[in-house]
């Protein structure tokens, strides 16, 4: 599949699977009460550190490996399904634990259901990493899509009939199973079904750094809202949560969709070409553009957009959000930096790279959240733009990237941002940051801004240009 062409199906799988979210979260906002959603915000981010282990890398490992031999693929079956069953009984385990120390034994119930995720989910994710290394993201976003639709379903159904957070993670579950059935259709004839310890040590020397600059990302990441739930209350992480969740839609978007293509697409490019650079400033001037123009929208618009997708209850995550979005906008240049070490095989950059991040988030996170939201958020500003420049200094160096190449790809991206500015700041100028209206403000400032977006891209000459052109090309036919 060309690259083109595997861009276009992740990018359809992300904005299906991301319409099925923000339709399931505009049902569920009004369903459950921030403490409600603070509880299950909190025990997944408890959760996350454990599923940042839940196969040591191997699933990347698969994608990334330049001799791909059965007894590798068995080594791989082996890690997921070892770590599955044995990451689901440590859950378990830590379910009563975890409920008494922030005093909420709805996270017990939570936890427990869980698990089971843990234990059935390798069953889906070798033949994953298996379509993603052979660039099949039409499978992929089928799997993806049908996976997402039946868990918001099930999620909304059980909120509706009164169940509380815990519908959430039966959501989470029948998402699980779902997609390991699929995985079973898609599963090759020749993958074997018994596990092997042969390449298991070749496996784990790849994955286990990987893997430690994973847990210590999700502790940096989930830091605020684990913070919070212990400095302040359940209540101020699920505004936290719920103002996080909105402005990390772009990493749905656009990151997560641009980063499947760019792991397989990278790792592809270096073992064929010797190096990836001109795909990388092409993948960086992609993601800098449409994450400023989105963080600058969401800085302007966020009361509307809040008012409209989740109701007047979280009208407290308004000003929220609008500190985030200058977060995620220092950091999007940095975005792809993983991923291009990554695809090198630099995992042991990774880490070190991670642990300086990770410390100085950490830091000023725990000092933000003992004075509050506000404050909380000025630390994730801080530390965004300190871990985007660490980022940005150890790839550059890494890939020999040159630097007028990267400032040019960021500086088009920059223009074409301010051009979508333009139309909500006016609107912003006419109905104020909190108007009383809601749906009109978010119509004229969502169209001006699109507008201002397109005639920016072809006023610039942006890469992102040839895209828009052959969509137009599709269209017209």
């Given amino acids: 599949m060309s690259t083109r062409k595997s861009l276009f199906f992740s990018f359809l799988d992300r904005y299906a699977s991301l319409a099925i979210s923000v339709g399931s979260s505009m049902v569920i906002a009004r369903l459950l009460t921030p403490a409600e959603i603070g509880v299950f915000s909190v025990t997944m981010v408890l959760l996350t550190l454990v599923a940042s282990v839940r196969d040591m890398g191997a699933g990347q490992y698969l994608v990334q490996e330049r001799e791909l031999t059965t007894e590798r693929i068995r080594a791989v079956w082996a890690v997921q399904l070892g ?21 909420e034994p709805r996270m017990r119930d939570i936890m427990l259901v869980i698990a089971l995720n843990y234990a059935i989910n390798p069953f889906g994710s070798l033949t994953y990493a298996w379509l993603m290394r052979e660039m099949r993201f039409e499978s992929v976003a089928l799997m993806r899509f049908s996976s997402a639709l039946l868990g918001a379903l099930v999620s909304m159904v059980l909120a509706w009939n009164g169940h509380g957070p815990i519908s959430l993670a039966f959501g989470s ?16 004839k020749s993958f074997p079904w018994m596990p092997g310890l042969g390449e298991v040590r070749r496996v784990l020397s790849f994955g286990s750094k990987l893997t430690v600059s994973s847990i210590i990302g999700v502790v940096s990441g989930g830091a605020p809202e684990l913070l919070l739930g212990k400095l302040q209350n359940l209540t101020a992480a699920g505004l936290y949560s719920r103002s996080n969740g909105l402005v990390q839609m772009f990493n749905r978007l656009v990151i997560d969709a641009v980063g499947s293509v760019c792991l397989p697409w990278f790792a592809k490019q ?24 989105f963080c600058v929208v969401i800085i302007c618009l966020a009361h509307p957009i809040v008012r409209v997708l989740y109701g007047t209850q979280w009208d407290q995550s308004v000003d929220l959000a609008r500190y985030l979005s200058v977060a995620i906008a220092f950091s999007v240049p940095a975005s792809l930096c993983n991923i291009a070490l990554l695809s090198s095989g630099a995992v042991a950059k990774i880490a070190r790279l991670t642990i300086v991040n990770a410390l100085q988030t950490v830091a000023l996170v725990a000092l933000g959240a003992s004075q509050g939201l506000v404050a909380l958020s000025l630390a994730v500003i801080v530390s965004a733009a300190i871990s985007a420049a660490n980022a940005l200094q150890v790839t550059g160096k890494h890939l020999k990237l040159p630097l007028r ?12 941002a301010l051009l979508t500015a333009v139309g909500p700041v006016l609107v912003v100028s006419e109905f104020g ?17 699109l507008l201002g977006f397109v005639a920016g891209v072809m006023l610039f000459k942006h890469p992102l240009q040839e895209e ?9 036919r």
């Fill in 270 to 293: 270096s073992r064929e070409e010797g190096d990836f650079i001109a795909p990388f400033l092409k993948a960086t001037a992609y993601v800098t553009v449409v994450g400023w123009s």
């Fill in 405 to 416: 190449g990267l400032l040019h790809a960021v500086r088009l991206s920059g223009q074409v």
């Fill in 173 to 188: 579950l029948t998402a699980t199973v779902v997609g390991a059935l699929m995985a079973s259709h898609y599963r090759p």
């Fill in 468 to 476: 828009l052109l052959s969509i137009w090309a599709r269209i017209k």
């Fill in 433 to 449: 940051l909190y108007p009383e209206t809601s749906l009109l403000p978010l119509a004229l400032g969502g169209v001006s801004a």
């Fill in 83 to 103: 770590l599955g069953v044995g990451l689901a009984c440590v859950v378990v385990l830590a379910s009563y634990p975890v409920s008494l120390f922030y005093k």
